[in-house]
């Protein structure tokens, strides 16, 4: 069984920095996508980047390209979001999943960790 578990979270003032991390395991093939989305109260789901395991593809949605960066450790088992210049618009709960592909619809992705909150006050 998969099982995902995020840390990092926090609150912070607006221009500050979050460090989150995602510990995957039980994921079967060494190959697969990691990926941090977003939920704001009231809104859905959303992507916020992605990294192809293994190697240095990664997506960025507009709006936080240039000040987040999605890495992964030497093991792969590992993702972590580097979070900078931290917006009140960035606040929600994270989430980090694990799929085969690359895939920006969060819908079709069924393997989640339990998320953790990240609050920005202006």
């Known amino acids: 069984q998969v099982q995902l578990v995020e840390s990092g979270g926090g609150s912070v003032q607006a221009g500050g920095s979050l460090r989150l991390s995602c510990v995957v395991s039980?994921?079967?093939?060494?190959?697969?996508?990691m990926g941090w989305f977003v939920q704001a109260p009231g809104k859905e789901r959303e992507v916020v980047a992605t990294i192809y395991r293994g190697t240095t593809s990664t997506y960025y949605v507009d709006s936080v390209r240039g000040r987040f960066t999605i890495s992964q450790d030497n093991g792969k088992d590992t993702v972590h979001l580097q979070m900078n210049k931290l917006k009140p618009e960035d606040t929600g709960m994270y989430y980090c999943g694990i799929h085969s592909a690359c895939v920006l619809d969060p819908r079709v992705w069924n393997s989640w960790g339990q998320g953790t909150q990240v609050t920005v006050s202006s």
């Open positions: 039980g994921w079967k093939y060494s190959s697969g996508c």
